[in-house]
């Protein structure tokens, strides 16, 4: 094994081990990766331990930090437009998803709709006015079982949840990528030789979704029901994604879009599981999670790779 292959392997190991540790702790303290507040905590300290380990292996290198951040990071004007314009590429993956999902009746924006709906109710917002007595409220009993201004309410934050994406993608989602992107698309890459060829798009891909693997097997991370195919799932759909995300970072000469993109993905893409009426054992295989995701990151791949020669 030659000295670059040592390095990617010493370093995606240490990755998995840290990971491990994290979603252990997290499963023996009884965390599930829905519904919890600690979710959060939990996915911060997971992304940004990729950094983690990128900065002691640069400390251990003796690789000067600052010099090799302002490298892998390098900003421009360049960069920034790449920054600004890599969401899209998350909502053309999601057009491509729609087109073959709505035929089929796999997305239903209504659903998703409905589930916001829910939601405000549990909240305590299942209350119309009473206009007889100004100041009063009616309790749920005694308003229609979808009240005009919650369900106006729900449709104004399902849609607005679409524009709001990006807006997250390209802030707070953003930051907590880099996390994650310091290590997969700047150590690992340069590693690599910073190319998009396909070789490089495998390996970083697969090593990628397997870093997830312990938080679908221990947490049920994206799959509930189906764990042990869903990390074969998610490690193809890693693969697709990793495509756009080196092409961008290569592109740019920085991995900043690279972090847009991947938070766009993480503000964007639950709409494919959620904006369905399909049993929920059935989401994660055949959804945005499953078949129909690879199909439409598949195809968002190669329409990239088409324009990047044209262009």
């Given at each position: 094994m030659g000295r670059p292959a040592l390095r990617v392997l010493e370093f995606v190991t240490s990755t998995y081990l840290v990971a491990l540790?994290?979603?252990?702790?997290?499963?023996?303290?009884?965390?599930?990766?829905?519904?919890?507040?600690?979710?959060?905590?939990?996915?911060?300290?997971?992304?940004?331990?990729?950094?983690?380990?990128?900065?002691?292996?640069?400390?251990?290198?003796?690789?000067?930090?600052?010099?090799?951040?302002?490298?892998?990071?390098?900003?421009?004007?360049?960069?920034?437009?790449?920054?600004l314009l890599s969401p899209l590429l998350a909502?053309?993956?999601?057009?491509?998803?729609?087109?073959?999902?709505?035929?089929?009746?796999?997305?239903d924006f209504g659903a998703y709709v409905e589930l916001v709906a829910s939601r405000l109710r549990e909240g305590g917002v299942d209350l119309i006015p009473d206009s007889r007595r100004p100041g009063f409220v009616k309790p749920r009993e005694a308003a229609p079982r979808y009240p005009p201004s919650v369900e106006g309410l729900a449709q104004v934050l399902a849609v607005a949840h679409v524009?709001?994406?990006?807006?997250?993608?390209?802030?707070?989602?953003?930051?907590?990528?880099?996390?994650?992107?310091?290590?997969?698309?700047?150590?690992?890459?340069?590693?690599?030789?910073?190319?998009?060829?396909?070789a490089n798009t495998l390996v970083i891909g697969v090593c990628w979704g397997l870093w997830h693997a312990p938080a679908i097997l221990?947490?049920?991370?994206?799959?509930?029901?189906?764990?042990?195919?869903?990390?074969?799932?998610?490690t193809v759909l890693a693969v697709l994604l990793t495509y756009p995300?080196?092409?961008?970072?290569?592109?740019?000469?920085?991995?900043?879009?690279?972090?847009?993109?991947?938070?766009?993905?993480?503000?964007l893409w639950s709409l494919t599981s959620l904006a369905t009426r399909l049993p929920a054992e059935q989401r994660e295989l055949l959804l945005g999670q499953g078949l129909l995701g690879v199909l439409a990151w598949s195809a968002t791949s190669v329409a990239l790779a088409v324009l990047s020669r044209w262009c």
């Open positions: 540790l994290l979603d252990y702790l997290a499963y023996s303290h009884g965390l599930a990766a829905e519904g919890s507040p600690a979710v959060t905590v939990w996915g911060t300290a997971r992304m940004w331990s990729v950094a983690g380990v990128t900065l002691a292996y640069l400390i251990t290198r003796r690789v000067g930090v600052r010099g090799w951040l302002r490298e892998v990071v390098g900003l421009s004007g360049g960069a920034v437009v790449y920054y909502y053309a993956a999601l057009g491509f998803y729609v087109l073959v999902a709505y035929p089929l009746g796999l997305f524009p709001l994406a990006y807006v997250s993608a390209v802030t707070v989602n953003a930051l907590l990528a880099l996390g994650e992107e310091l290590g997969w698309r700047g150590y690992l890459y340069e590693l690599l030789g910073r190319r998009p060829s396909l221990l947490l049920g991370y994206n799959y509930t029901y189906s764990r042990l195919v869903g990390v074969l799932l998610f995300h080196l092409v961008v970072t290569y592109r740019a000469k920085s991995i900043l879009p690279a972090c847009s993109l991947h938070g766009a993905l993480n503000a």
